[in-house]
Nanobody
Framework: QVQLVESGGGSVQAGGSLRLSCAAS????????MAWFRQAPGKEREGVAS????????RYADSVKGRFTISQDYAKNTVYLQMSSLEPEDTAMYYC?????????????????????WGQGTQVTVSS
């Protein structure tokens, strides 16, 4: 059974940093697509960043480029999201996601419809 467990959320002031972690079990993600999504109250869930093809490719939403970095530690079966220069607009519940077959592309890598497995989420709150 695939389980994804996020951690690392919290409250920070604008300009601060946080690192989110997603630990996967029952699943070897090195050949799969892994991604971070976020959802603010009243808004659609949106893709933030993805890593796929064994870490060869990474995709970011325009809103986080240059501020967020996705990385992976295959030995620990863990994916990270380093978030810097945080803004109040980054406030949301952040979710880790994994796909079933590792067939994502640049077009689908941060599309929520592509992913089958989801974590429970970790809250990030950025105050001004």
């Amino acid at each position: 059974q695939v389980q994804l467990v996020e951690s690392g959320g919290g409250s920070v002031q604008a300009g601060g940093s946080l690192r989110l972690s997603c630990a996967a079990s029952g699943y070897t993600y090195s050949t799969k697509c892994m991604a971070w999504f976020r959802q603010a109250p009243g808004k659609e869930r949106e893709g933030v960043a993805s890593v796929y093809a064994g870490g060869s490719y990474k995709r970011y939403a325009d809103s986080v480029k240059g501020r967020f970095t996705i990385s992976q530690d295959y030995a620990k079966n863990t994916v990270y999201l380093q978030m810097s220069s945080l803004e109040p607009e980054d406030t949301a519940m952040y979710y880790c996601a994994a796909d079933r077959r590792g067939l994502c592309t640049e077009l689908t890598a941060i599309s929520k419809d592509h992913y089958s497995y989801w974590g429970q989420g970790t809250q990030v709150t950025v105050s001004s």
